[in-house]
């Protein structure tokens, strides 16, 4: 059991909690207010009524909290079968936004693990009269705050049904290339304002292996080593809506981030560097901002200190070292697996979903975690973890959020 105590511990989190929704909020009395919501669909009919029932409850759920749909900052719609289901999915409510106040929205083939068709992961963060927002493309999302130019680059892909696929190395130097262009378009670069990146590959077992050798080699070219730093990352499996894409990314950065505001974390009692077996990501990262601190975590499986895997074989005793492994690289950042938002969870083997929701009600009760299907890059970890984590702090000598 994990210190998951009740969560008036703290005014800063808020939860709401039914069959198939959760909402953890963390407020402040010095910044805006920050909604993770997770909605799945009700699990039969359909894909157009599952996606009906999705909106409805997306709608309930800001009006319950106040919020208006324009106070959406992204959302990622996880699908069991894009190929069929995409152009629903960007005709509904879920995927339009308004061109004046423009919502990154991502699109992930990875089944939903409650049998629902379709799952949704929104961050929302309450109007302030601090933030405007503009879109360079349909991939590219910016929000300005404070001085700070908040960055969402979403299905980074090389967009085509052309067959036989550029190899996945090359697919994965474009999108970064991309993404690189579109931070040098804002006057920033990887190294110093790239946060977090979500690595998709259509068959990890296959691919992963030309992904990272690409990654590394275009990452020296940016600076990006091992005595600098690296990016938090998740590479898993999970597909685009074309039919010829290895890869697809989405990521995260800050430009006009200063370095103060940046720690990556690790605990070396629990996990080696990522470096150490040549997979160039950090473990985690944290954002210092006046009111709160951000950490986003990297995913993270069953995994010791000379980076092998821990528990073959066994689904929950690989969720309870990953459980312990989150809990060890938030607590180096001054912060605790409850401060946790939301966990996005990856099975290997969809039969796996039963015990590992139970456990997980038994060992985290208290956050908000959507299950998908998502081989992780190793055959032997059954499961892998991810998610973003909100601490209050006053740090008067840090920036506004």
């Known amino acids: 059991m994990f210190d998951t105590q ?33 909605i799945e669909s009700i699990p039969s009919g359909s894909f157009s009524r599952q996606i009906e029932s999705v909106e409805q409850r997306y709608a309930a759920t800001l009006k319950e909290l106040g ?9 990622r719609l996880f699908v069991s079968d894009i190929l069929n289901q995409a152009d629903s999915v960007r005709h509904s409510r879920l995927a339009q936004t308004d061109p004046q106040s423009p919502v990154a929205i991502s699109l992930v083939e990875q089944a939903p693990l409650s049998g629902s068709k379709l799952a949704m992961l929104a961050h929302h963060i309450e109007h302030d009269g601090h933030t405007t927002r503009s879109a360079l493309s349909d991939c590219q999302t910016l929000l300005e705050r404070h001085g700070k130019t908040h960055v969402w680059n979403t299905q980074l892909c090389d967009q085509t049904d052309r067959i036989p696929p550029r190899p996945a190395g090359q697919q994965t130097e474009a999108a970064f290339e991309r993404l690189s262009a579109t931070l040098a378009h804002l006057d920033g670069n990887l190294l110093d304002h790239c946060i977090r990146t979500w690595i998709y590959l259509k068959d990890v077992d296959i691919d992963y292996k030309d992904m990272v050798e690409s990654r590394i080699r275009l ?39 200063e370095p103060r505001q940046m720690e990556f974390l690790n605990d070396f009692d629990h996990l080696c560097a990522a470096g150490d077996y040549n997979v160039t990501f950090e473990r985690g990262t944290r954002i210092a901002w006046r009111d709160r601190s951000h950490y986003y975590i990297s995913g993270t499986a069953s995994i010791d200190t000379g980076g092998q895997v821990v528990h073959r074989g066994d689904v929950l005793r690989q969720l309870d070292v990953a459980l312990e492994n989150v809990d060890a690289l938030l607590r180096s950042g001054g912060a605790t697996l409850n401060d946790m938002m939301y966990l996005t969870v990856y099975l290997r083997d969809p039969a796996d979903s039963p015990v590992i929701r139970a456990r997980l009600a038994e060992s985290v009760p208290d956050i908000p975690a959507i299950l998908v299907h998502g081989p992780v890059c190793r055959p032997e970890w059954l499961v892998e973890i991810e998610g973003i984590a909100i601490r209050a702090q006053h740090n008067p000598e840090m920036p506004v959020f």
């Open 67 to 75: 919020l208006s749909e324009g106070s959406a900052v992204f959302r």
């Open 6 to 38: 009740s969560l008036t511990r703290s005014e800063q989190l808020i939860q709401l909690q039914q069959p198939g929704l959760s909402v953890r909020s963390f407020t402040s009395q010095d910044g805006p207010a920050e909604h993770y919501i997770l």
């Open 219 to 257: 990452f020296d070219r940016h600076g990006l080593t091992r005595d600098t730093h690296y990016i938090a990352s998740t590479g898993i499996e999970g597909a685009c809506s074309h039919r010829a894409d290895l890869i697809m990314m989405d990521a995260y950065s800050i430009v006009g981030l």
